[in-house]
Nanobody, 126 residues
Framework: QVQLVESGGGSEQAGGSLRLSCAAS????????MGWFRQAPGKEREGVAA????????YYADSVKDRFSISQDNAKNTVYLQMNSLKPEDTAMYYC???????????????????WGQGTQVTVSS
């Protein structure tokens, strides 16, 4: 059984930093993408960043490019999202997700991810 457990959320002032972690267990796919998504109240869930085995590339939404960084520690089965220069508009529930496709095209599409964590709240104050 695949489990994804996020941690590291919290409250931060604008301009600050947070690092989210997603610990994965029970995942045996050799090809996959691990993604971070976020959902603010009243808004749709949106892709923030992803890292895919196909080519080992990383992908970012334009709104977070140059501020956020996704990385992976295979030994710990953990994916991280380093968030710098936080803005109030980054406030949302952040979710970790995993698929079994592994290709980067369409990484931001919610429907392709089969497994989801429970989410961790990030609140950025101005």
């Amino acid at each position: 059984q695949v489990q994804l457990v996020e941690s590291g959320g919290g409250s931060e002032q604008a301009g600050g930093s947070l690092r989210l972690s997603c610990a994965a267990s029970g995942y045996t796919y050799r090809s996959y993408c691990m993604g971070w998504f976020r959902q603010a109240p009243g808004k749709e869930r949106e892709g923030v960043a992803a890292i895919c085995t196909g080519g080992g590339r990383t992908y970012y939404a334009d709104s977070v490019k140059d501020r956020f960084s996704i990385s992976q520690d295979n030994a710990k089965n953990t994916v991280y999202l380093q968030m710098n220069s936080l803005k109030p508009e980054d406030t949302a529930m952040y979710y970790c997700a995993a698929d079994s496709q592994g290709y980067g095209f369409g990484w931001y599409q919610v429907w392709r991810y089969e497994y989801w964590g429970q989410g961790t709240q990030v609140t950025v104050s101005s």
